[in-house]
């Protein structure tokens, strides 16, 4: 995969907030999702488009639909192992930004904490990256 910035043609023509403003189509991701196999090795899912995309959707504030093409990856990890946590800290750091930029505060709160923990969780077992992704790094977004 290359620079972050490849990924600009993936991005939607608005980012979704609930309430504030439509919802994509259903297939709008399914490009990115439909190239993810499930069944590869967990080592392997840093350099899917699914995980590219969506490192690239929350740096740009596409928060919901980072949530949604990490969702897979999320699904398809390994109970209990470190890429399981990283993606849901991944998915609970961009729905904090989503519940800040909806103004609702004790919701961002909350995911802050959970999102924090999960970190904290992954460096004291001794991670501190997954491909190649700083886990204290990403807590940048909430903060």
Known sequence: MG???DFA?????HAYV??????HAEDQ?????????RTQPIDTFGDTLAFQVG???????FYWECHEVMEPLWIAAPDHSAEKVFFQLVIQIANACL???MARDKAHDR??????????????RGVHMVYGV???????YIT
């Open 99 to 101: 519940k800040k930029r």
């Open 111 to 124: 995911l802050c904490t959970i999102s924090t923990g999960l970190a904290d969780a992954l460096v004291r």
């Open 3 to 5: 620079p972050l910035t």
């Open 29 to 37: 991701f399914a490009p990115i999702l439909d190239a993810f196999d």
């Open 9 to 13: 043609q993936y991005c939607p023509s």
């Open 18 to 23: 609930p309430g504030q403003s439509p919802r």
């Open 55 to 61: 490192l690239y959707f929350l740096d740009q504030g």
């Open 134 to 140: 700083h886990v204290r790094q990403l807590l940048q």
